[in-house]
Each structure stands twice: as C-alpha cells, then as structure tokens.
C-alpha cells in the first residue's frame, strides 16, 4: 500500500503553521521511498511535535496497477482541494529510527479502480478529534473519505 510518497517542502510546512502554531521543517521529494526518512506531526503529553519517522504528512501518493504481464502504470492520488493528505498512522520507536505505520482502509470507488486498499485520510476539520480522542472513538475516521475528496491521475 502506498508504495511511493510525494512531499512538498512549501505546501506541507505553510499548512501545519496555518493550522497549529508549532515549528515545522520538511524537505521536498517527489519520490519518498519506505526507507527513506519524514517529517511527521505527532502528539505527545497533550502537544503536538514534529518527530522524523519513516513516511509522514503528504500531498500525494503512489500507485501501479498491472495493465496485463508485466507492465505496470503508476498512478498519483492528490486531494482534490490541492491541500495535503493528512494520513492516519501509528509511530513506535526503534534502536535506529522512529517508524511510523499508514493505516489503511477498504477504496473508496475512485481508488478502488487501482487499488484494493486505500490509506486513512483524515478531514482537516477531524484533526483535533483525531489528536485529542481515545482510540475507541476513532473508528468514524478509519472509513475511506468520499470518492470526490481524492483525484487520480495516471503519471508520465
């Protein structure tokens, strides 16, 4: 699931200052591999903190689906509303470096047409409930977002 990330440096730190008055720093990559590290927002003793994971905040992710044999077309899933995707994941430490794990969730039908399985993708507007709620309250949000809230598009 989500093989590939694409992270934007301007859009990923303009939008968690406009949303929370915390210091955030990220670097672009348009490729942002598994093993490669993330800026990612987390919460911790009732405040949130930027912590370097693996994977993180992005505005755009990856997928190939098989075309028959072994060609395989890749595929970028954005929001609609050109924000950033805010992905629901648990973090854990590590000896090396935190991780940091996407959930994910049955595809809504857009995504649905390239993939089996989509990540969580949390509203801006649940953020505080999602940061701020006890884990049996979060089911709500492990559902797939509305089909019109994503965008898809076949990458060259």
């Keep these: ?5 694409s992270v934007n440096k301007e859009q990923v730190e303009d939008w968690v200052t406009d949303h929370w008055d915390i210091s955030f720093s990220c670097e672009s990559n348009k490729d942002l591999r598994p093993t490669q590290q993330v800026s990612t927002l987390i919460k911790v003793n009732d405040n ?14 990856y997928e190939w689906r ?21 992905m629901a994941g648990i973090w854990y430490e590590t000896e090396s470096v935190p991780q940091l794990v996407t959930l994910t969730t049955r ?5 649905g047409e390239c993939h089996k399985r989509m990540p969580v993708l949390i509203d801006a507007n649940n953020m505080d409930y999602w940061f701020n ?11 797939p977002i509305a089909s019109d809230l994503v965008t898809v598009a076949l990458e060259n």
Aim: glycine share 8%; charged share 20%.
């Design 1 to 5: 699931m989500c093989g590939r990330f």
């Design 48 to 61: 949130l903190s930027q912590l370097n994971t693996q994977w993180g905040i992005k505005p755009s992710w």
């Design 66 to 86: 098989n075309e028959g044999g072994k060609r395989k077309l890749k595929y970028v899933f954005h929001a609609s509303s050109n924000q950033v995707l805010l």
């Design 107 to 111: 595809p809504n039908s857009r995504c």
């Design 133 to 143: 709620s006890d884990v049996e309250q979060l089911q709500p949000l492990l559902e």
